[in-house]
């Protein structure tokens, strides 16, 4: 349903969804604006993709703006909160989907250097811890009004992976980086409360990435216990659901179609050909 389209739900409340501008960050951020949210658009180089989420957002009578930041320059992060939240004031989600995903594994002939695992922590691990953080003083600030007594507890959705309870070593620096987000959840839901709530959401095999083949994609798609995992708009809806359920905290949700129930020693992409 609609959300948008019943008047007890015509509110200003907004939700910030990191690299945005397209993929699974944009499906997200459509799915929420179909629910009757406003929405900013975090980007770091797809100001095109960025600005066309931003009208396709518009057109369905939700505000909309679009934010550049480098989530690698902590400066960048805090600059870009701050821009957000005098922009949409009634800021009440935080969805970090943005991330970067690039292939190392040790025993390989592109073993891991430490570059590569700085620049993943720094941007799937640092970047939405210290957006939370920003997400919780803004809160809990915000608590301190009246009017702010009855509302729903504010959220931060962490985007994490089906692979962390089903681990192989391909990609290894993406896995240490969100396998380290995956524990912060639970952590900071303790340390948030009573003023914001924070999540994670897993998806499986969802978009076609780096090298996959079409043809790779749809067979790797299928090797669940339901023959399919999850699409774009499974993960966007199970977003929405969550930023949307008062009582649900400390815990991650895994939408995969039972990926992660089949143990695996390679990363499902390399299973196809």
Known sequence: MNLSSNPQHQQNKAVLVTGAAKRLGREIALEFAHQGWDVAIHYGRSELEAQATVGDIQKLGRKAHAFQADLAQEDQINAVFSAVTAKFPDLRCLVNSASIFEYDRANSTSPMTGKNLRDH???????PILLSQLMFEYQKSRSKNASDVERSIASVIQLLDQKLINLNPDFLSY???????????????????????????????????????????????????????????????????????????????????????????????????
């Open 121 to 127: 922590m720094q941007v799937n691990l640092a970047a």
């Open 175 to 273: 896995t240490l980086s969100k396998a380290a987000l995956l524990s912060s959840v639970e952590l900071l839901a303790v340390d948030f409360a009573p003023y914001l709530r924070v999540l994670g959401l897993a998806p499986g095999i969802t978009l076609l990435s780096g090298d996959q083949t079409e043809e790779g994609f749809s067979k790797a798609h299928q090797m669940t216990p339901l023959g399919k995992s999850s699409t774009p708009g499974d993960i966007a809806k199970a977003a929405v659901f969550l930023a949307s359920s008062n009582s649900i905290t400390g815990t991650t949700l895994y939408v995969d179609g039972g990926q992660h129930l089949l143990p695996s020693s390679r990363d499902v992409m390399f299973k196809t050909s």
